[in-house]
């Protein structure tokens, strides 16, 4: 097997430094013909994979966390090679949510390398959305409001790794505001004082949380998860449910599923496309069904 191994070092605060060798010599015990690099600087993945000729290799394979899966995503579509070929996931990051959804174990790098010599694959849908005049991909899932918020707090919190995300939670939430939501989804028209508005293709976001239960990966649809306006107690008793998905059972939560999707807000909100902060509202959504192949167990 012909494999292409690109690894992000700075996943999970440097784990992903520690796996490089690691996970490039269990490819080399199965005698894999192994090309590997590593990434220096954001963003390089989506360009190197950009520019990679897929025909000189039988799988793509990425070692990070959910944001290094979600430049190659964007590399893979910028990518002009006739051959497509399947894409394998290390998941040796923070979050790992997309992995989750595959069967995969974070940090289980044995037997993550193992699913992709089983060659078991599967055709999953990919996010499509438009901002700013610029299209990008999303295999997880993309957010905005407090979620935004409470991801842009975490990473500055890092340093208490898991617990990032619930001093985040703990500390927006005294800056709480809801905000005008302006939604169109397959035709249907929605407005709300909305607090956040998570887009899923997969069941998790991070690492525990079960944001979009009921949520398929190859369904042709997105979920969509609208928190509307609440009291600060409100959102606090809200969050130990998002890590059994009860919270859809609240009344300031409407869930439901669609292809395309329209939003507007006022004000603008920056969004969170696989745990990255980068764009804008307004943007368009469409799921592109079964575009990408992937190593499942």
Do not use: W
């Amino acid at each position: 097997m012909k494999i292409f191994y690109i690894n992000n070092p700075e996943a999970y605060s440097g784990n992903g430094a520690k796996s490089f060798s690691v996970v490039k010599n269990e490819f080399e015990k199965r005698n894999a013909d192994c090309h590997a690099v590593q990434t220096k600087y954001a963003g390089e993945a989506t360009e190197i994979v950009a520019k990679l000729n897929f025909e000189n290799y039988d799988a793509l394979v990425v070692a990070g966390g959910d944001g290094a899966l979600f430049e190659t995503i964007n590399g893979y579509f910028a990518n002009n090679s006739v051959k497509r070929i399947p894409v394998g996931v290390i998941p040796v990051g923070r979050g790992n949510a997309f992995a989750r959804d595959l069967g995969l174990h974070p940090l289980k790098i044995s037997e993550a390398v193992e699913i992709i010599f089983a060659g078991k694959t599967k055709m999953v849908d990919v996010g499509l959305f438009k901002t700013n005049n610029n299209k990008y991909y999303f295999i997880n899932i993309l957010g905005f409001g407090f979620v935004t918020d409470v991801a842009k707090a975490a990473f500055r919190l890092r340093a208490f790794g898991h617990l990032s995300y619930i001093f985040g939670v703990l500390f927006r939430t005294i800056f709480l505001k809801s905000y005008n939501l302006k939604i169109e989804a397959d035709g249907k028209f929605y407005e709300r004082e909305n607090v956040f508005a998570e887009i899923s293709n997969t069941r998790y976001t991070g690492k525990d949380f079960l944001m979009a239960p009921t949520a398929i990966i190859d369904d042709g649809l997105l979920d969509i998860t609208l928190l509307n306006k609440l009291s600060r107690l409100k959102i606090l008793q809200a969050l130990p449910k998002i890590f059994t998905g009860d919270h859809i059972k609240m009344k300031e939560v409407e869930s439901f599923k669609a292809k395309k999707i329209k939003i507007e807000t006022s004000p603008a909100k920056l969004l969170t496309p696989d745990g990255q902060l980068m764009g804008s509202t307004p943007i368009e959504i469409e799921c592109l069904q079964k575009a990408i192949e992937v190593f499942v167990a």
